[in-house]
Nanobody, 126 residues
Framework: QVQLVESGGGLVQAGASLRLSCAAS????????MGWFRQAPGKEHEFVAAISRTGASTYYVDSVKGRFTISRHNPKNTVYLQMDSLKPEDTAVYYC???????????????????WGQGTQVTVSS
């Protein structure tokens, strides 16, 4: 069992930066692929970024490439999402997720993740 707690959301102006953190419980953090998803009102969960178990490989949705950076620190059981050059369309509730995913193609799929945090709101004003 893994419990995830996100923090770092807030209200910012377009062009600003935020760093989201997700702290995980348990001693098996390094065995999970970690992902960030977001959900805007009236929309489905959208994949944002994922990182491999060791942190050596990262994956992003096209709309955030070059602006967002996912990273992890396994000794601290924490995954981060650095968000730069924020846009109003980035407004959403952001969730971190953990999954024992073997196939890279599944990193982008919400249902492949077993554990989810409660979410943190990110609002970007224009």
């Amino acid at each position: 069992q893994v419990q995830l707690v996100e923090s770092g959301g807030g209200l910012v102006q377009a062009g600003a930066s935020l760093r989201l953190s997700c702290a995980a419980s348990g001693r098996t953090f390094s065995s999970y692929v970690m992902g960030w998803f977001r959900q805007a009102p009236g929309k489905e969960h959208e994949f944002v970024a994922a990182i491999s178990r060791t942190g050596a490989s990262t994956y992003y949705v096209d709309s955030v490439k070059g602006r967002f950076t996912i990273s992890r620190h396994n000794p601290k059981n924490t995954v981060y999402l650095q968000m730069d050059s924020l846009k109003p369309e980035d407004t959403a509730v952001y969730y971190c997720a953990a999954g024992p995913i073997a196939y890279i193609g599944d990193y982008y799929t919400a249902r492949k993740y077993d554990y989810w945090g409660q979410g943190t709101q990110v609002t970007v004003s224009s």
